[in-house]
């Protein structure tokens, strides 16, 4: 019988304990044993619940039984997850996390913890909630240098885009429908629209490829609430749709570059028919050549089904399985992870006649004038030379809306 | 520095070899030390091949080497594959194969044999080539009942379907291109052609979900020869496209029906957009709803990655790994596996006016009718109902040429 702890009892920490519950005969076969939540720490009063004599309030009841041996940490954030999943690494418990902003912060130093303790820290969930990604994305690491990972990674806005698509929204009624739906925070859902949830996530991919951490704040990251109905339609005249693209890029010089960006990607990619709540990540290696995963991202008893599957990970092969997601640690670098590489663009500008605009970016095409200012689509460009046409429209009166790259047709 | 051998030195074996060289810096990062072939066993000659010094004749030689602590076995077929592999699990040695006959008729024997003998049996590579399937299916199922499995596993046929589509070949024509392409075998293509191995495919599949040994023989398996270019018409006007569709499903009274058939796909479904040589594979977990794995099937660097990263797998963590994959032996059973539920079917009858096809079939209508005969669509039967308006077709004088199912739109 293998004892373990789960820390914090919100969704995904609820839907480990049901899942385990749900699904023991299957866990126990898979782990050898049967497997047992013994502590569940929350602050939280859970009087007449099942689960009730299970909680704890203070982290030492289980740092102090040897019993345990695995802990699953549901708390998210950084505050109180992080130095309790210090201690427990330190404490030669084993972690499987659902946590993407800790793993994106710390996590090569809890890693080096798990090694240097004996201990496994696993986080499948952090990344595509219950879709396997990270451990078939470390699997093709054995055999080949990954090259490039393009990825929808973020549900919430997948979902509204997919939305604004279908039906013509613009942003806002989006979200207020994904809100509606419990899709987007009520209260804040700026994690979500702005990017940030989606750089933590290609955060994490892009530690493993590299090997040394790669840390949000060194990856540009622009969320989707720029676009706009007229956008939309805008890149269907194009044969596109507009998706919010997580990615990075190995150079074979070693050279990293990251983003999140929203993006047109052109209907014959397979990541254009990723709609709705799925999550997609597209992984290029060099022998392999591309594979895509693909699921329902985020949900309750996915994301808890990928942790269990953590939980039996660490109960079978303990230390041996960390040393596979092993990444170094790194500082993070001065400046962000652009890529010089040209490509096509699209963008709105504002205040400008479409001639104008047409002037300062050259080679390209109008796709919509509605209003003062256009819609143009540039056949080649890179950062630089965006940069430097968004001045000149600057000097002329008018400004850049919006600026989306164009995803290859291939794929 | 870990020494391994390689049994078989065709594309896929020559293609471990290449992967190990070419990428030996990462291999042996992830492996945690170098790893070097230093045996190939092959009847062939390589005079003046730069391997020539490592070639054997006789399988004694890498038995009788300690050193020997894994080998790949990339013979195919079970005349020699199957004794070789037998003898090294029996002296201990991990095994990895990319050999989907000898897993599909043997596998429970010789995972048996590894947990008897401490070492690991692993087959990555017999399904999907290089994309990993087998090793997140195995993470699913930790946490997850599978419920149902169904995928394009063989490349192919879906090359010749997807030329049959784009333009409109018939299937002699899109054969030859396959043929000249070097996607299928000019000799003899009926393996790929006749679904057989597709079915060893999804029986390999189907043993991990039933957690025993399930058998190529008792899974109804129909081939792509009958899909004419005028089927593929008619499919268009139903919205759908034609694919050879390996499935499985386990009936929550634990239940077993498997099949390899074409399929009316509706455009709609995940699966339709999966084209030329690609493969996919959905899984149905009852926590996790749906995941597709996606990739190119075949070729000789991919799936030589995929034996390359078991060989790494097998290094590290040795036995413990190979129970993950683990099934029991178990008889074939008695008649087919089939599936008692209702579908909706196309049916393209010959020999009887569409009148008669209509009296007998019912509920429906027809799609085509350009010859004596015609396709007909039935909203709803089972195989017995079919198998009932057969013999009606036969009493009248027609023949049944077609009978394809259709999956449902979702996913």
């Not at 078939?136 to 604004?164: D, R, S, W, Y």
């Not at 989606?198 to 990856?219: E, T």
């Not at 594979?291 to 109960?315: E, H, I, N, W």
Request: glycine share 10%; net charge negative.
């Amino acid at each position: 019988m293998a004892k373990i702890a789960i820390l914090g009892f919100g969704t995904v920490g609820s839907g480990v304990y049901e899942v385990l519950c749900r699904n023991a005969a299957s866990v126990s076969r898979r782990a050898g044993e049967p497997v047992e939540v013994k502590y569940i720490l929350d602050p939280k009063d859970f009087t007449g619940n099942p689960v009730e004599p299970l909680v704890v309030k203070n982290i030492d009841v289980i740092l102090q039984d040897p019993e345990i041996r695995v802990v699953v940490e549901t708390i998210g954030g950084t505050r109180f997850a992080y130095p309790y999943v210090k201690a427990c690494l330190e404490s030669g418990r084993s972690v499987c996390t659902s946590n993407k902003e800790m793993v994106a912060t710390y996590g090569a130093e809890l890693l080096a913890l798990a090694k240097e303790h004996d201990c496994a820290f696993l986080f499948e969930a952090s990344v595509g909630g219950g879709t396997p990604i990270i451990t078939p994305m470390h699997q093709c690491l054995a055999a080949n240098v990954i090259t490039e990972v393009e990825g929808i990674v973020n549900g919430t806005t997948n979902f509204m885009l997919t939305k604004m698509v279908r039906e013509g929204l613009d942003f806002e009624d989006a979200l207020h429908i994904a809100q509606e739906l419990g899709y987007a925070e009520t209260k804040d859902p700026s994690d979500d629209v702005d990017g940030r949830d989606a750089c933590r996530k290609i955060a994490i991919l892009s530690s493993m490829v590299c090997g040394h951490q790669i840390y949000p704040q060194n990856i540009p990251t622009r969320g989707i609430r720029a676009i706009t109905a007229a956008d939309v339609a805008s890149a269907e005249k194009l044969g596109c749709v507009i998706k919010l693209i997580a990615w990075m890029k190995l150079g074979k010089d070693g050279s990293v570059a990251a983003g999140v960006e929203p993006c047109l990607v052109p209907k014959a990619n397979q990541l254009a028919s990723v709609d709705d709540v799925f999550n997609a990540v597209l992984v290029k290696g060099d022998m392999l050549g591309d594979v895509v995963f693909y699921g329902k991202g985020a949900g309750k008893l996915p994301t808890a089904s990928a942790v269990v599957a953590d939980v039996v990970d660490a109960l079978k092969n303990g230390a041996q399985v960390h040393d596979s997601l092993f990444w170094q640690p790194a500082d993070p670098v001065d400046g962000m992870l652009t890529d010089p590489a040209p490509a096509a663009y699209y963008v709105r500008v504002a205040g400008i006649a479409p001639a104008v605009v047409e002037a300062i970016y050259g080679y390209g095409k109008v796709v919509d004038e509605r209003y003062e200012g256009c819609a143009y689509f540039v056949e080649r460009a890179d950062e630089r030379a965006l940069a430097e046409a968004a001045r000149k429209v600057e000097a002329v009166g008018g400004s850049v809306k919006l600026v989306l790259k164009r995803l290859p047709e291939e794929v």
